[in-house]
């Protein structure tokens, strides 16, 4: 239920539970195997399962960054004694060789006080050649080892010596004990590693685990949006690590003056820092110029939840295209390449998109996130949907 205290081990797993030195009866096997379902029954609901329908677009199949062919999203979650809150979130943008088959890229800086590797090479070159992780400020550093020892170890890259990693970050140090910097390269490989299509898991998980959003917990989320085909029939997913502060407003409707919780009052820290990660995928044949309007278009998203890009908030978007005629090949055959690129003028739907996405991508990290207790016994509180989900009838934000 939302609102209540979750013990330490109550968080979502990307590990093998061992269990040594036990005799097990039968009745503790069954019970052990029924525990994913009883977990996935437990599960929070997202925000359409409670009638919001964030903008008008349709969502893809599975509403989730991977619903742009190609992408994979794998998770890390730490959760060790009652001072570790934090992991890694690593997005694939597709699964070959991603640095002998580049992707399209851009970086947009809405606000820039954070440590984004990689970036500037993006911004210059057009194009990224790593995973893009996601993980605390402090750990970026072993992100970027791990990245760069994965890209090594590949097939073909065996004369590789330059790497140009892609690692996100905001600071959990309000419920995880960011200074022992507990991420290792393993983590970071093990998410690469387990990363996967299909449903992505929000809320507490991953570099969501520790993680502050308006007040309360936030963490992970994810959201898409499919256009008609008479406009192109294109895909654009949206994932974001939600850390960062202001005035919530969820459909429309002002959640944070109603409950009396926003940035500078006095029911909460005069603090909106912290930071937003958003990761926009798509499969539309653009290049870094209009990937670079596309991440902006982002930003617009976020304002309309209340996030305000604070001062002391590091908020980025990092945008790619998985159009496969897009691919920049490490080793190019000719000195001229010619491309099929979106005309500017079938570009505002998709600008639409990212827009409501990105929206609805931080709602949903709400939505699924879970009462955390960390570090000094600080607490983050879950949103609490008894309360929010009749401010958003008042307002007719929800279908009743």
């Keep these: 239920m939302a609102g209540e205290s979750m013990p330490a081990d109550a968080f979502p797993s990307h590990k093998f539970i061992i269990i040594a030195g036990m005799l097990l009866s039968k009745p503790i096997l069954l019970a052990l195997c029924l525990l994913p379902a009883l977990l996935q029954a437990q599960e929070k609901k997202r925000s359409r399962d409670y009638g919001l329908r964030t903008g008008v677009m349709a969502p893809g199949p599975l509403n989730a960054i991977t619903d742009v062919p190609g992408v994979k999203v794998g998770h890390t979650t730490l959760v060790k004694g009652d001072s ?6 690593a997005i694939l943008p597709h699964g070959g060789n991603i ?6 890229a851009a970086v947009y800086t809405g606000n820039g006080f954070g440590k984004l590797a990689g970036s500037t090479q ?5 194009n990224m050649e790593t995973p893009v992780v996601l993980t605390n ?6 992100a970027m080892d791990a990245l760069i020892t994965y890209t090594l170890r590949q097939k073909g890259n065996e004369n590789v010596m330059s790497v140009n990693a892609v690692v996100g970050e905001t600071n959990d140090g309000y419920l995880n004990d960011i200074r022992g910097r507990h991420v ?3 983590d970071v490989l093990q998410a690469i590693s387990g990363a996967q299509s299909g449903p992505v898991e929000e809320g507490v998980t991953g570099a969501g685990t520790g993680t502050v959003c308006f007040g309360f917990k936030g963490g992970i989320g994810t959201a898409s949006r499919r256009l008609p085909a008479s406009l192109g029939g294109y895909t654009v997913g949206v994932l974001v690590q939600t850390n960062f502060g202001g005035n919530l407003q969820i459909g429309g409707a002002p959640v944070g003056r109603e409950m009396g919780k926003f940035s500078f009052s006095d029911r ?8 937003c990660m958003i990761v926009v995928a798509t499969n539309a044949p653009i290049d870094h110029r209009n990937l670079m309007r596309l991440a902006k278009r982002a930003m617009l998203g976020l304002g309309k939840t209340g996030g305000i890009a604070s001062n002391g908030s590091g908020d980025y978007v990092i945008a790619f295209s998985t159009a496969e005629a897009l691919r920049i090949p490490h080793s190019l055959a000719t ?6 690129l979106l005309q500017n003028d079938n570009t505002s739907p998709l600008f639409m998109a990212a827009i409501e996405a990105t929206e609805e991508a ?13 570090r000094k016994g600080n607490k983050a509180m879950a949103l609490p949907l008894e309360q929010v989900i009749p401010i958003l009838k008042k307002y007719n934000s929800i279908q009743q």
Excluded: H, M
């Design 84 to 89: 570790v809150r934090t992991g890694v979130t």
């Design 99 to 104: 640095f002998q088959e580049k992707v399209p």
């Design 122 to 126: 993006v911004n210059e070159l057009g």
């Design 137 to 142: 400020t402090l750990s970026v550093a072993t």
């Design 184 to 186: 290792t390269a393993d």
């Design 268 to 275: 909460l820290l005069n603090n909106a820092d912290g930071s």
């Design 335 to 340: 000195p001229v390449i010619s491309t099929p």
């Design 362 to 374: 931080i709602i949903n990290s709400l939505f699924a996130a879970r009462t955390v207790t960390g």
